[in-house]
């Protein structure tokens, strides 16, 4: 049996009928950049999240730069983050000119460990950008916290946790901005790059906005450098079509993990994702943990069973960072991760036999 760790087509199925004539219709009004139908999408995801204000950009590594900018951070100052965590998010805080410095994570959540943060706090401290890593809030009252005791802006990194909860509110709604992600491969995906902003604040709103096109508030007016950071109308269509269905494949997801979780109950070897007490999960990915990890994924292979490593390699180790002095042991509980997490395949329409099958070959190889 083949098993892909994510296949988009029978999602593609269910919204194809929906969908053909969105993309149609953009096509014969010929007006491809922003415009009406990225306007309609912010609506409603502003509506979605509840997030006062939703700005379509042109991916989440623009959204996370263009937040960035917005708080007018740049050289000198200093972000902090995790080192667990997609390339975007440090490498955003870097491409404005700041330094990113490095808090370890907690080691049963991979979220950044609050507990680690008030010692890395300076004087040239101006953000924290914490990532709701592979679709779980971070302990986001410690973090807000943080933040209001010391006056510093928060930057939610939302790009892989569409829809999850902290409570009863959603991510990337706690900080001054949330960044999210329309990539395929995101709970949300459109046919190509995209992303989101979300804020409550109508002044970080409106320079934004302005950022996204070079910085103007009027068309060739420009109060600032900014960036092309727009969103195409046709993928604001793909994402207003695809909406509604995300709430079931969320569930469809957190049913899978639910699956998983009983098959790996009597398997101490495999640690299963921990789920915060506070968070509704979103499962952007089911990421397991083991001491045989390369061994399983070698095996997961042989068999067709897709998997994946996120992330090999933390980013205090990448070589483009080396200016920032880190050696391996730095942080541990990072380094521990990127040794021994695999994500399984987890998308909605996994077939529960597939899944048994992924589950039995995992328990069959690691006992
Ligand atoms: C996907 C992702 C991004 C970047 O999003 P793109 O749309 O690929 O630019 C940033 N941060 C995290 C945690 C992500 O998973």
New binding site residues.
């Given amino acids: 049996m083949n098993v892909s760790l994510l296949d988009l087509k029978p999602q593609y199925a269910q919204y194809k009928d929906k969908v053909i004539p969105e993309i149609m219709e953009v096509i014969e009004n010929q007006a491809f950049i922003l415009g009406f139908k990225v306007e309609k999408m912010e609506k409603e995801l502003a509506e979605y999240t509840g997030a006062k204000y939703a700005l379509g950009v042109s ?4 959204a ?1 730069l263009i937040a960035l900018m917005s708080l007018g951070i740049g050289h000198g100052d200093e972000v902090i983050t995790t080192p667990y ?2 390339f ?2 440090a490498g955003s805080i870097h491409r404005v000119g700041a330094r990113p410095v490095f808090v370890d994570i907690d080691p049963d959540t991979y979220n950044i460990d609050p507990s680690k943060i008030e010692k890395a706090i300076s004087k040239r401290t101006k953000a924290i950008m914490p ?1 709701h ?1 592979y679709g779980q809030c971070c302990d986001l009252d410690a973090i807000m916290s943080i933040a209001k005791k010391h006056d510093l802006k928060v930057i939610e ?1 939302a ?2 946790s569409i829809g999850a909860k902290y409570g009863d509110r959603q991510a990337g709604t706690f900080g001054d901005i949330g ?1 999210f ?3 395929p491969s ?1 709970n949300l995906g459109c046919f190509g ?3 989101l902003l979300t804020t409550n604040d109508q002044t970080l709103y409106k320079r934004m906005k302005a950022l996204r096109v070079h910085g103007a508030e009027r068309q060739y007016h420009h109060i600032e450098v900014g960036l092309n950071g727009r969103l195409d109308a046709l993928q604001a269509a793909v994402v207003s079509v695809k909406l509604p269905f995300l709430k079931g494949w969320t569930e469809g997801r957190r049913r899978n993990a639910d699956r998983y979780d009983h098959f790996f109950q009597g398997n101490s070897k495999v640690k299963t994702p921990v789920r915060s007490g506070n968070c509704r999960h979103i499962f952007n990915q089911y990421v397991i943990s083991l001491d045989r990890r390369d061994e399983l994924k070698e095996h997961l292979t042989e068999k067709h069973i897709g998997c994946a490593i996120y992330y090999p390699l933390p980013l205090h180790l990448q070589e483009c960072f080396s200016y920032l002095g880190h050696r391996e042991g730095d942080f541990p509980a990072s380094e521990a991760a990127a040794k021994r997490t695999l994500a399984i395949p987890i998308y909605a329409e996994l077939p529960a036999g597939a899944l048994e099958h992924v589950a039995q070959t995992i328990n069959a190889f690691i006992c």
Wanted: charged share 20%.
């Fill in positions: 991916s989440g590594t623009d996370l965590t997609f975007a998010t990532v890593l990194d790009c892989q960044g992600s329309f990539f995101k790059d995209g992303g």
